[in-house]
């Protein structure tokens, strides 16, 4: 047994059992029950963290710490009824935002993973999967640059490898990205693509609404032969407002500055953008200069982030509540003559 503490990360996650890389290559890990569970002075680790590891046997170790991330996506964890975090994945640079342009296009999809990946903390990039099945494919990336002003938009396929070299500039040695999008937009082919070989199961998609099956089903990390790492999950598919919310009003005042700048500039201050006269809003969707589907999509998104930071912040209230109960309990019963 090693006693000496090291530096790991996690590449997958299996309930209560993870793959960590480490020095001595791919080990298997169990959190420290005493740190983790009893003090909770540490999140539960996930794909992509940092964890100090100690008393290394052969191909187990134990994890004792996780270490601060630099970006994470988390959601509402459903295994503590519903009221604690769980982080999803950490440490990344780049999201790829994926969207297929067959009959699974969205533009309002595309926004909402827009909004969540400038809260993140990473920088976001447009892959517009499946160009070889469209015969004018200009005509979405243009509807999407219009709604992504500032984000790199490029148009793939894994079958022909179009745009893949594009790709190049964000796949450095020591890079991390994280795939975000629906089942069947072609993650796992992508992923097969640029690793040179079929690491991961690609199943086909519904004829009726070119809709897929979900192919990843435990998250991991995959490293490329370039040297950047690639993390795939499940539960990217079905992030909402809801799993990050802390300083999304300044994530959708970017997304959404078109908008935006028309606010304050009705006759009335109390103007509810609906039937008022001299509404900035209203008589900017009546010149064209915004779509009424881009407004429903800004109250929507404001709405969903106003419900999730009350939302968290009760999480976090019971969280702090149930933790100073159990402080007062191991107190308690420590007290001689109690029990």
């Known amino acids: 047994m090693i006693e000496q503490k090291q530096t790991a990360r996690i590449t997958a996650v299996h309930r209560e059992q993870y793959d960590i890389t480490t020095e001595q290559g791919i080990l298997h890990g169990k959190l420290k029950t005493s740190v983790y569970y009893a003090k909770e002075e540490y999140p539960f680790p996930t794909v992509g963290d940092y964890v100090v590891i100690d008393n290394v046997d052969n191909d187990y170790c134990q994890i004792i710490e996780t270490l601060p991330r630099k970006s994470y996506f988390s959601r509402v964890d459903p295994g503590h009824g519903g009221y604690k975090e769980q982080a999803i994945a950490a440490n990344f640079d780049t999201v790829f935002i994926m969207q297929s342009l067959n009959q699974n296009f969205n533009l309002r999809r595309i926004e909402r993973y827009l909004a969540l990946t400038w809260q993140s903390g990473a ?37 022909t490898r179009a745009g893949l070299d594009s790709l190049e500039k964000y796949l450095q040695p020591g890079n991390t990205c994280v795939f975000l999008g629906s089942s069947g937009v072609g993650k796992s082919s992508l992923l097969n693509a640029l690793v040179g070989q079929d690491i991961m199961e690609v199943k086909e998609i519904r004829e009726d609404d070119a ?14 032969p370039c040297g950047t790492y690639i993390i795939d999950t499940p539960g990217m598919r079905e992030l909402g407002m809801l799993e990050q919310s802390e300083g999304m009003d300044d994530s959708l ?14 006759k009335f201050s109390d103007c509810k953008h609906e039937t008022e006269p001299g509404c900035a809003i209203t008589g900017a969707i009546k010149a064209g200069e915004i779509t009424p589907e881009r407004w429903e999509s800004y ?41």
Request: aromatic share 6%; with cysteine.
């Open 211 to 224: 809709r897929g099956r979900h192919t990843t089903t435990h998250r991991q990390l995959v490293e490329l």
């Open 253 to 266: 005042s970017d997304l959404f500055e078109d908008i935006e700048s028309y606010l304050g500039m009705c």
């Open 299 to 339: 109250q929507k998104l404001k709405r969903e982030a106003l419900y999730a930071t009350n939302k968290l912040q009760a999480m976090r209230a019971r969280t702090k509540e149930s933790k100073e109960l159990a402080t007062w309990w191991r107190q308690t019963k420590s007290k001689k003559g109690i029990w």
């Open 123 to 159: 920088t976001p990039v447009g892959i517009l999967t499946k160009v070889d099945l469209v015969d004018e494919p200009e005509i979405q990336i243009n509807e999407v640059e219009t709604i992504a002003a500032g984000v790199d938009i490029v148009a793939t396929s894994s079958k």
